[in-house]
């Protein structure tokens, strides 16, 4: 039932940057590890980041690890994804949910099903 709130996608030349927002209708992070996830044409939904229900902690799946951060403004319930040095592969739709990470694997925390927002376009050319 909760809706996510994504925004700050766009189309950016390969090198560029983008910073990505997500918010929710009530408190986040009182209850969640949120993160990132992207889903690419014909490619399955992939975990991007994910930052722990204490904000101390933050994971990262090796291909962005350097160029993403991820950070969390807890009084204004906001969570970003600052992302720099984009490449084409990096073109997908973001999305934000809560987060586990299993086996150095970013993934939705079950209960997440069924909350996902509409995403926010990335779109990188060469």
Request: aromatic share 10%.
């Amino acid at each position: 039932q909760v809706q996510m709130v994504e925004s700050g996608g766009g189309s950016v030349q390969a090198g560029g940057s983008l910073n990505l927002s997500c918010t929710g209708s009530g408190p986040i992070f009182d209850h969640w590890a949120m993160g990132w996830f992207r889903q690419a044409p014909g490619k399955e939904r992939e975990g991007v980041s994910c930052l722990s229900w204490s904000g101390q902690t933050s994971w990262y799946i090796d291909s962005v690890k350097g160029r993403f951060t991820i950070s969390r403004d807890k009084a204004k319930n906001t969570l970003y994804l600052q992302m720099n040095s984009l490449n084409p592969d990096d073109t997908a739709m973001y999305y934000c949910g809560a987060c586990v990470t299993v086996a150095h694997i970013i993934v939705p925390a079950s209960a997440w099903s069924g909350r996902w927002g509409q995403g926010t376009q990335v779109t990188v050319s060469s």
